[in-house]
C-alpha cells in the first residue's frame, strides 16, 4: 500500500509537471532559447575574421594570402574604387581596415573603434610585412615562435555555455517546482488532505525527489543533445557521465532550497518572488550566464558561497575540461552539504497548514 | 453499541484565541450530524482535533473506539476527510484524481470509476478538476472522499458557493451516502441544510456547544408563535382577531393578512369557518430561528 501510494503520488506530480506550460517554459524551453542564443553568438568568437579593403593592388597581401592558408583564412579582403570610399566604409564601422600600397610602402588606416581589432590589425599587417622582409632577405629565419593555446582547442564558448546554462536551468527548476508546489498543496490543503491518507509523510517527499530527479535529467538530456548538434559542436570529455550525479546532488540541494522558500512564503506570489530574489543574483554571481574565469574579482570571490558555482564549475570539470571522475567529488559534498543544511532549516520551519 | 465519535471537554486555544472551550457530544452508528455556527464559532478546530490533525489542549476525543490524537495509521482508512472543491492535484483529470486518492488507500482503479458513476461524474471523468463546475468539483471532492468506502465521513462546509440547484442535487447525493449505513458529521452554517439533513445538530458559538439535539426538538423549544397568512380582504382583522383568540396578533399589509399565534387550532378554524383561507401559508419556527436566538443578530464579518 505505501509503495502504490508513492507510485501513483510520483504519477499525479509528473502528470502535472508536464501538463503545466508555464514550468515547461522556465524549466526547459526558455534555457535552451538561452543555449541556442548564446552558443551561436559566441560560435567562432575566439577567431575574429578581419575585414580589410583593398585600395588598388596591393601585392603584398595577395601574395601573403597565397603562402600562408592561415593568413588567409584569417583575413577577409575586398576591392575599393577609392581611398575615401575606403576609409568612409572603415569610419563606419563596416571594415576593419583600409590598405594601400605605394611602392614598397604598406599603408594601413584602421579605426579605434574597436581597439582588440585595431590591435589585431596592425599585428597582423605587421607580420606580413616582416615576413616579407625577412624572406626579401633571402636568409633562413634565425629564431621562430610557435604559440598554442593551454585548452584543449576543443575548448569553445560552447563548452562552458552548456553547463554554466544547464546549471541555472536545474536551480531555477528545481527551487521553483518545489516551493510552488509546497505552497500551492498547503494552500488548497491538498497537504492535509494527504495527511489523513494512510501514507507516510516519507512517501510524499520520496515521490517529489523522484519527480525532481526525473525532471533534472530531462534537462541534462535536452541541453546534451542540443549542444552536441555538428552547429553548436560540444564535445564531451572522458568523464563526462559524472554529471549525472552531479546533476542529482544539485537538484536535491536546490530542491532543498525551494522547499525551505515554500515553507516560509505564504502564497505563490511570495514564493515566486523569494526564489527570484535567490536564484537570479546566483545565476549572475555562480557561473551560470558569466564564466567565472572572465568575471570580475568580487563576483568570483562572492561566487564561493552559492551552491550554483560548484555545480557549475565541476560539470564544466568533466564535461569540458577532460579532468577525471574525481574533480566532481569536492562539488558533490559541498552539494549534500547545502541539501542537509536547507533540508533541516525547511522541516524545523514546515507547516502542514496555514493557521 | 458504543458511539462512533465520543468528545469530551474538548479545549484548544490559540495564541489569544480560545477557540474550542469545553466541548463534549457523542455521535452514534448510522447518524448523520451536523455541526452549526457562524464563522469562528470552534467548528472546524473541534472537526480538525477529532480528525487527529490537532491535538487538543485537553480534553480527549475517540473516534470509532480509538484516541483521535496521536494520528493513528489504522484509523485513517476507516474515515473519509472531505475538505474543500478546490483540494486536488493539479492538472489533473477527475478521473486521475479520484484513481490516485484510490490508490493511496490500496483501493483498484475499478472501484474509483466506479463511485465516479455514483457521485454523477462519468461524463465528465476526462476534464480537469480546475474545468468542473463547482456543484462537479464539490460531487468529485466527495468522491475522493468515499472512494475507500469509510465507516464514519466528515464533510466540511460541502455547498459552500452553490447555486440552489446544485445545492439541492448535492443533498440527494449526501443523504444517499448517509442511508447506506455511514456515519456523516458535517459543518456548515445553512440552517436548511443543517434542517433538511442531519438526524441531530449542535449549534456552536465561542467555542461552545449551545444547544444539541434533533433539528425539529430544538424548534419546539424554541415556542415561537406560528405565522398563519392568507390573501388580504378576505376577512377584516378585527374579524380575524376575534375568531383567533386571545393571545393572536393580527396584522394585514394590504398584500397578506397575517396571523401570530401560539394556538394555531382556533385560528385555524376560524379563517376556515369564514371561508378565508385563499392562499394559506402556515410558517413555524425553523432552525434559523433557533441559530439567530441562540448566536444573537449582530451583524459580524
Known amino acids: 500500500m505505501r509503495g502504490g501510494g508513492f507510485a501513483s503520488l510520483s504519477r499525479a506530480m509528473f502528470l502535472g509537471f508536464i501538463r503545466d506550460r508555464t514550468a515547461l517554459i522556465f524549466s526547459i524551453l526558455l534555457p535552451v532559447l538561452f543555449l541556442v542564443f548564446f552558443g551561436s553568438i559566441y560560435k567562432n568568437s575566439s577567431a575574429p575574421e578581419i575585414s580589410l579593403i583593398e585600395v588598388g593592388q596591393v601585392r603584398l597581401l595577395s601574395q601573403a594570402r597565397r603562402a600562408d592558408p592561415g593568413v588567409a583564412s584569417v583575413l577577409a579582403v575586398r576591392d575599393a574604387r577609392s581611398l575615401a570610399v575606403a576609409l568612409d566604409a572603415v569610419r563606419k564601422g563596416n571594415d576593419d581596415a583600409a590598405v594601400l600600397q605605394r611602392g614598397g610602402h604598406i599603408i594601413v588606416r584602421y579605426s579605434i573603434a574597436d581597439q582588440t581589432k585595431a590591435g589585431l590589425v596592425n599585428s597582423v599587417l605587421a607580420s606580413i610585412v616582416q615576413a616579407a622582409n625577412q624572406a626579401a632577405s633571402g636568409q633562413r629565419p634565425r629564431f621562430t615562435l610557435s604559440a598554442s593555446q593551454v585548452e584543449d582547442k576543443s575548448l569553445k564558448p560552447i563548452q562552458y555555455v552548456t553547463p554554466g546554462l544547464l546549471g541555472w536551468a536545474l536551480a531555477s527548476g528545481a527551487t521553483f517546482g518545489a516551493a510552488i508546489t509546497l505552497v500551492s498543496w498547503r494552500q488548497t490543503k491538498l497537504l492535509r488532505r494527504l495527511r489523513l491518507a494512510p501514507i507516510g509523510t516519507g512517501s510524499i517527499v520520496a515521490a517529489r525527489i523522484g519527480i525532481a530527479l526525473a525532471i533534472g535529467l530531462i534537462q541534462l538530456a535536452v541541453f546534451l543533445a542540443i549542444a552536441r548538434l555538428p552547429y553548436f559542436g560540444l564535445k564531451l570529455t572522458a568523464a563526462w557521465w559524472m554529471t549525472i550525479p552531479l546533476v542529482a546532488c544539485g537538484i536535491l540541494a536546490f530542491m532543498s532550497i525551494g522547499l525551505l522558500v515554500g515553507a516560509i512564503a505564504k502564497t505563490q506570489q511570495a514564493a515566486t518572488a523569494i526564489a527570484n530574489l535567490i536564484i537570479l543574483p546566483m545565476a549572475f554571481v555562480g557561473g551560470a550566464f558569466i564564466p567565472l574565469d572572465f568575471a570580475p574579482d568580487w563576483v568570483r570571490q562572492a561566487s564561493y558561497v552559492m551552491p550554483l558555482r560548484y555545480l557549475v564549475t565541476a560539470m564544466q570539470d568533466v564535461m569540458a575540461r577532460g579532468e577525471g571522475p574525481s574533480a566532481a567529488l569536492p562539488a558533490i559534498g559541498i552539494l549534500l552539504g547545502f541539501t542537509l543544511v536547507a533540508g533541516l532549516a525547511a522541516m524545523r520551519l514546515f507547516r502542514w497548514d496555514d493557521i | ?301
Not at chain 2, 110 to 119: C, F, I, P, S
Not at chain 2, 217 to 241: F, K, M, N, W
Not at chain 2, 270 to 279: F, I, M, S
Open chain 2, 1 to 301: 453499541m458504543p458511539p462512533v465519535i465520543s468528545v469530551r471537554d474538548l479545549r484548544k486555544s490559540y495564541a489569544d484565541v480560545t477557540a474550542v472551550d469545553g466541548v463534549s457530544f457523542d455521535v452514534d452508528q448510522g447518524e448523520f450530524f451536523g455541526i452549526l455556527g457562524p464563522n469562528g464559532a470552534g467548528k472546524t478546530t473541534t472537526l480538525e482535533i477529532i480528525e487527529g490533525l490537532r491535538e487538543p489542549d485537553s480534553g480527549h476525543a475517540t473516534v470509532l473506539g480509538l484516541a483521535a490524537w496521536p494520528r493513528n495509521g489504522a484509523l485513517l482508512p476507516r474515515i473519509g476527510v472531505q475538505l474543500q472543491a478546490s483540494s486536488f492535484f493539479e492538472r489533473l483529470t477527475a478521473r486521475e484524481q479520484i484513481r490516485t486518492f484510490a490508490s493511496l488507500y490500496g483501493v483498484p482503479a475499478k472501484n474509483a470509476d466506479e463511485m465516479l458513476g455514483t457521485v454523477g461524474l462519468t461524463d465528465s471523468a476526462g476534464v480537469r478538476a480546475e474545468k468542473l463546475s463547482g456543484g462537479q468539483a464539490q460531487r468529485l471532492s466527495i468522491a475522493c472522499a468515499l472512494v475507500h468506502d469509510p465507516e464514519l465521513v466528515f464533510l466540511d462546509e460541502p455547498t459552500g458557493a452553490l447555486d440552489p440547484q446544485a445545492r439541492r442535487n448535492l443533498w440527494d447525493l449526501l443523504r444517499e451516502i448517509s442511508s447506506s449505513g455511514r456515519t456523516v458529521v458535517l459543518t456548515t452554517h445553512h440552517m436548511d441544510e443543517a434542517e433538511s439533513l442531519c438526524d441531530r445538530v449542535a449549534i456552536m458559538d465561542h467555542g461552545k456547544i449551545l444547544r444539541a439535539g434533533p433539528p425539529a426538538a430544538l424548534v419546539r423549544e424554541l415556542d415561537q408563535p406560528v405565522r398563519i397568512s392568507v390573501q388580504s380582504g378576505l376577512i377584516t382583522r378585527d374579524e380575524a382577531a376575534a375568531r383567533a383568540g386571545p393571545g393572536a396578533a393580527v396584522t394585514d399589509d394590504g398584500v397578506s393578512l397575517t396571523i401570530a399565534t401560539r394556538d394555531a387550532g382556533p385560528a385555524l378554524a376560524g379563517l376556515a369557518g369564514a371561508d378565508a383561507l385563499a392562499g394559506l401559508r402556515v410558517q413555524g419556527a425553523t432552525l434559523e430561528d433557533v441559530f439567530l436566538s441562540l448566536t444573537g443578530r449582530e451583524y459580524r464579518a
